[in-house]
């Protein structure tokens, strides 16, 4: 399972025209701070809680997208890179254990939940720093 994001900086081209070899440099380094702050924001727990599994287990602090992790092993599999193309980069964030597909299918739990809000967020508020 995993969820991609293009930055396109077709509009940005103009204000970089006198930096154009700078443009896949700053894509890099904006898909980057991208990366690392979606996965942070996938792996922060919330005050939510989950019931335990096994009896005499105590709550289980949830991620944002509802779900509890009881081996780490979903947790642990979340992870992003960036890809190259052209004037741009490809974010890439991915949950590579075997269930998480079957896990976000289910009612009520979306593993990489509000990434792509966050992502959004994110680009609006480092662009500036980057393209400046």
Do not use: C
């Amino acid at each position: 399972m995993s969820i991609k994001f293009q930055v396109d900086l077709s509009e940005f081209r103009e204000k970089l025209k006198f930096h154009e070899h700078d443009i896949t440099r700053r894509a890099e380094m904006l898909g980057r701070v991208l990366a690392s702050e979606i996965v942070k924001h996938a792996l922060t727990l919330t005050s939510e809680t989950k019931p335990g599994i096994k009896p005499g287990d105590g709550p289980r602090r949830t991620y944002p997208g509802g779900w509890a992790d009881v081996t780490t092993q979903l947790a642990q599999s979340i992870s992003g890179r960036i890809k190259k193309h052209g004037f741009g980069v490809e974010v890439i964030i991915e949950a590579t254990a075997e269930y998480a597909h079957d896990l976000n299918e289910r009612e009520g739990y979306e593993v990489l939940g509000g990434v792509d809000e966050l992502a959004r967020q994110a680009i609006n508020r480092h662009k500036r720093y980057i393209f400046n």
